[in-house]
């Protein structure tokens, strides 16, 4: 089966706005062994509508568009699929009522306009949408090409991944000639480039019943794992294929499913019933800000300090000014006494510290931009290190905040810190 | 003159690479006055690339594509336009010698496979790339709908801009009929929804020569005035509709050009020969951290504290007990003594405090989700508010920040800090 995806608006063709809902939908047909043939984007004008649905219709069997199908005049969508298919446009009494009724549970009237996305092409089959006004629609169209599938969805991203997820997917999983179904399992790597993650999972798995797909999204490289089976064995497939790239993966691997790294660090964090503060200088409250994006993550952040200026370093974190002097900021020196300061300012179990040059100014011969310096501290022992990172400023910054975060997941496993996987190219 | 975009790459129909260059190029188009018809994404495959051009070739004319043009065997572009426009590969030595002298220069051999990517179809002109190993080239083909014209471009997104930049747009901007040159300016507002935005600039701008683009990226949204006249009007022209959507913006612009709130805080806290210490609790480190992302902000940041737990609060920042314990700490009563006590710890001319409930959890029946207090200390005067801000925990984080260095920037031109446009709706 062909699968095709038709993105409408003129905020796409005029670089308004980035169309994501694309990449997401082929990312979620690719877990169920579809990959996409084509996508097409086309603004709010009826006549290249028509004509992108005529054209689809010619390379794939279902096409699956997203837009057009809120309630003002430039949204076309709906009226142009019923022409397309040849039917009538009829008015759906219930979806008219469950509008007014979101409307009315907001305090609101509906506007008159919202009438319009009750209507649907005769024949075609509604896909509820809990999460806003419009609902979508399925529709089997007669084609000079043969019999074609739309699936006709809003393009707010939220209520589209809500109606692929309840309505398209399952369609089309049930619509596959074996009775297989599909899992997924995915990895989060760091430190490790992602040619290196092809080599190292190449091989691991059967290529028949499985599929790898990674997904690079600094400053982590994700890996999924995709099987696919009859239903009585599919579970257990996923398990052996999980078990074996968990392997190949090893200490690469920081967390599984859909996480990241100051996730894991949470988790690690309340399960040892333990505590973190901040020293940043480079970093510039990056650390803290990752940290607490964690919902829950105030029962283990108790706070930090951004000491950017060398005075901040010694007033507040009291890093004496002879290390300073001595040593510079941008050392393993200066970067313990932070993190052995933070910790003794707030008694939290670890103290995080970094100090580097994230550039473009501020380099120097033997402290070149990307020298960064990380120290953590806690009871009976303070580690530290000096990296040469590479990048602009935020790249600088972020591969910074990773690494630092990621030390404090070792320690927390019992491993040192140190050993951090970045070192390793 | 109708304009496609097509991108190429198994990576993009497989959903694992946002396609971010189509959204990039049709943005540049329309500021010199063309609106993309079709963007179309196909897979790695020959057939399907070939049957990509013949079916924009009977929809544009003038196609421009991106990727495929690397030196692996799943490059297939340049191979697959020759097939299309007819004509034998022609090895450009020039193009080889360039190429193996970048590798030289960075120390290594270059490999064969890089040899294709001096191969361009018979007839084609080669666009410069300084930025990558795969020059780009324009060309003509004859088709059953008439002569077209094609540019392929490498899909990497930074060369991909720099030919945009230095071959694609002055070609296109040469073949408007008329003598017209296209110039632009950018407005970047904030506190101001995109439909009262609408409203503010309609009618004041002539639609027959100047265009407006709005670009919403929260939490600011750019308003881009763009016009088109003979060359020797034209920046006068410029001048003319960008004070007109300067006057009707009024305070809600908060700076011109490719600007953030936090480039033009550190402009002026440069210019005021100031400096600023952030005390942050809700927001976690984000203030500091946007802050130093601004190279050269180590001249005005001193530094500042995250203190999340209230024992922070008061050890390091010397926010009474009994503040805390009769006000809370979300309040304007703590949040003035936390930007005082950071002003005072570090010295700095400016303190600027926050405290809030991000959510998801955390609410209480007088202080929802979204309550936060801002503070801004300097001498002789402490401001204060509090919002009731919207959102989930990183809307929360994010446009608390925003606000908050607002209200330094407006302190820096003498205004009222706490009339911060957010405040009206």
Redesign the interface.
């Known amino acids: 089966m062909r699968i095709a995806i038709l993105s409408t608006g003129?905020e796409?063709?005029?670089?308004?706005?980035?169309?994501?809902n694309?990449?997401?939908?082929?990312?979620?047909?690719?877990a169920i062994g579809y990959?996409?043939?084509?996508?097409?984007?086309?603004?709010d004008y009826p006549e290249?509508i028509i004509?992108?649905w005529r054209?689809l219709f010619s390379?794939a069997d279902v096409i699956i568009s997203t837009g057009g199908i809120g309630p003002t005049a430039d949204d076309l969508t709906t009226e142009t699929v019923a022409k397309v298919a040849g039917v009538e446009l009829v008015h759906d009494q219930a979806t008219a009522e469950r509008i007014r009724a979101m409307f009315q549970s907001m305090g609101r009237t509906m506007p008159e306009n919202n009438l319009k996305q009750a209507l649907f092409p005769a024949g075609a089959t509604i896909l509820r949408n809990d999460l806003g006004t419009a609902p979508g629609f399925r529709i089997e169209i007669a084609t000079e090409h043969g019999p074609r599938i739309g699936f006709i969805m809003p393009g707010v991203p939220r209520e589209m991944k809500h109606i692929m997820a309840e309505e398209v997917l399952p369609w089309l999983r049930s619509k596959r000639p074996d009775t297989h179904e599909y899992r997924s399992h995915t990895f989060q790597t760091f430190g490790i480039s992602e040619s290196a993650l092809d080599e190292t999972v190449a091989g691991v798995l059967d290529p028949e019943t499985t599929r790898l797909?990674?997904?690079a999204a600094f400053p982590q490289i994700s890996v999924r794992v995709s099987v696919h089976g009859p239903p009585e064995v599919v579970e257990g497939q996923l398990a052996d294929a999980a078990a074996k790239i968990r392997e190949s993966l090893g200490e690469y691997c920081y967390g599984e499913g859909d996480t990241d790294m100051e996730s894991e660090v949470g988790r690690r964090l309340t399960e040892a019933g333990a505590t973190i503060?901040?020293a940043?200088s480079?970093?510039?409250?990056?650390?803290?800000?990752r940290?607490?994006?964690v919902?829950?993550?105030?029962a283990y952040?108790?706070?930090?300090?951004?000491?950017?200026?060398n005075?901040?370093k010694h007033?507040?974190l009291n890093v004496a000014n002879n290390t300073l002097e001595k040593h510079g900021a941008v050392s393993r020196e200066v970067v313990e006494e932070m993190a052995q300061g933070v910790r003794t300012?707030?008694?939290a179990t670890y103290g995080l510290a970094t100090s580097g040059i994230?550039?473009?100014?501020?380099g120097l011969p033997d402290k070149p931009v990307g020298t960064v310096c990380i120290a953590l501290a806690r009871d009976g022992a303070t580690f530290s290190h000096q990296y040469q990172l590479w990048g602009n400023?935020?790249w600088v910054?972020v591969l910074t905040s990773q690494v630092a975060l990621d030390w404090v997941r070792r320690a927390t496993l019992g491993h040192d810190p140190t050993q951090s996987s970045v070192l390793r190219k």
């Open positions: 003129d796409l063709t005029t670089g308004r706005t980035l169309d994501t694309a990449n997401y939908i082929a990312d979620q047909l690719l990959e996409v043939t084509t996508m097409m984007t086309v603004g290249r004509a992108a054209n390379q797909a990674f997904r503060a901040f940043e480079c970093t510039g409250g990056l650390i803290g800000h940290l607490t994006n919902p829950g993550s105030s952040v108790l706070g930090g300090v951004v000491a950017y200026k005075e901040v007033a507040v300012l707030t008694g994230a550039g473009p100014g501020g400023r935020e910054k």
